[in-house]
């Protein structure tokens, strides 16, 4: 009886889901209007927060210092890094890259103080003297994140509508190709923005990454005078929520993207991903801010977006419930000498669980013109099993947070 609950449950969960899904799916199809204002020229500033980046940090700032972008600087935030960090930063172009150094016990307390702590050197400095904060443009790229060339090109027109507050560019694993975890990471993250970030556009829900995020100084400011970004595990998310409760539009550019670096064991990438859900769960403290200050329509994607863990932690069930109900059957079938249900029975399951590996590489095989549409859709299929992945990662991270430790279990490099 309580298999049987449990199994319908799940799969009541994942037919809503499913649903709500394909709504976003026809809705991310359509093309975004943009309102225009009078162009202007605005300072970009790069900020990186690093704690012991040397194996990639180089890279990085070889490629924004290369930006064909007029107005423009780097600032890195070491934040008490005991590696070569901050040589590597001294030597990218002062004339381009600031060093800030955080100091213990100050430092190592979460990327959230690090950028905080960021924009009040810049504040400090004098580098924002003159500047009006509407048209200065802060982005966040991560350590090992790799821009396109043409990104203040493609990020800089939205801007010019007044109320945009922030921008999210496209996100991929520049090694992508060493196999086939990465691979799935990359379509993981192709997915969540041509079709849930690019939906959101119509719905002024969209969200913040970690990585490629650009954001209007002046919508910084509205956040109150702690800083802009919060102490939670998962900042990215919360600012984004905070800067809608603002006001500010929030927009997805689909043009350009950041590359990061693909976790290449599965033992990393379930304790990156259970940083992210103890994220999610502490940010179940902003639903009464978006129930307050975010219309209708944006806030019930926001709620259903907060409530992710929760469906995750209930859906990881039904492949155990499935398989208890399989087996049972199994049983039930050799005493009876015969078998109870027909093969065709499995194929509920599989239009329950893979229907979405046909949409899934479909749009990925858009982004991999070279892999081909027919072995995109294979990558999705093991892409549903790839899902997997959360539900271990949930477990962990429920159990992170029920034993109060929020520690910031930093993705190691490679």
């Not at 995020?213 to 990215?236: I, K, N, V, Y």
């Not at 299929?381 to 430790?405: C, E, N, P, Q």
Request: glycine letters at 10%; one cysteine or more.
């Amino acid at each position: 009886m309580i298999v049987e609950l449990l199994l319908w449950s799940s799969i009541s969960i994942i037919l809503m889901a499913g649903c709500y899904n394909t709504g976003l799916f026809a809705l991310s199809r359509r093309r975004a209007p943009r309102r225009k204002g009078p162009r202007k020229e605005r300072l970009y500033i790069f900020l990186l927060a690093c704690l012991n980046e040397e194996q990639v940090l180089a890279e990085s700032l070889a490629r924004i210092t290369a930006l064909p972008a007029g107005n423009f600087l780097a600032l890195v935030i070491d934040d008490a890094s005991d590696d070569r960090t901050s040589e590597i930063a001294r030597a990218a172009g002062p004339d381009r890259v600031l060093l800030h150094r955080r100091e213990l016990p100050d430092a190592r307390r979460g990327k959230g103080a690090a950028l905080n702590d960021g924009i009040r050197f810049l504040t400090a400095s004098g580098v924002l003297d003159g500047h009006d904060p509407d048209d200065v443009i802060v982005c966040v790229v991560d350590a090992d994140g790799r821009l396109d060339g043409h990104v203040v090109q493609s990020v800089d027109p939205f801007f010019d509508d007044p109320r945009t507050g922030a921008t999210q560019i496209c996100v991929r694993m520049y090694n992508r190709g060493t196999g086939l975890l990465a691979r799935l990471q990359d379509m993981e993250f192709v997915v969540y923005g041509d079709v849930f970030q690019s939906a959101r556009r119509f719905i002024g829900s969209v969200g913040m990454g970690g990585n490629g995020q650009f954001m209007r100084l002046s919508a910084l400011h509205t956040l109150g005078p702690g800083g802009p970004w919060s102490d939670s595990l998962t900042e990215d998310l919360d600012l984004g929520v905070r800067l809608i409760a603002k006001g500010w539009v929030t927009q997805h550019c689909t043009t350009a993207s950041v590359s990061q670096q693909a976790v290449l064991t599965l033992r990393r990438l379930v304790r990156q991903r259970s940083r992210w859900f103890q994220g999610h769960l502490q940010s179940a403290g902003l639903v009464p801010l978006i129930l307050r200050e975010v219309p209708t329509r944006p806030a019930l994607d926001l709620l259903y977006h907060l409530s992710s863990p929760v469906l995750i932690l209930l859906t990881s069930l039904l492949p155990l419930s499935f398989l208890v109900a399989l087996g049972g059957t199994v049983l039930a079938s050799v005493e009876a000498g015969r078998a109870l249900v027909s093969p065709m029975w499995l194929l509920g399951p599989y239009v329950l669980s893979f229907t979405a590996a046909y949409a899934y590489g479909f749009v990925y095989a858009k982004r991999e013109r070279e892999l081909g549409l027919v072995r995109s859709v294979l990558v999705a299929h093991v892409f549903v099993f790839y899902g997997y992945i959360w539900f271990a990662a949930g477990w962990m991270g429920l159990w992170r947070m029920a034993t109060g430790k929020t520690t910031w279990l930093k993705t190691a490099r490679t």
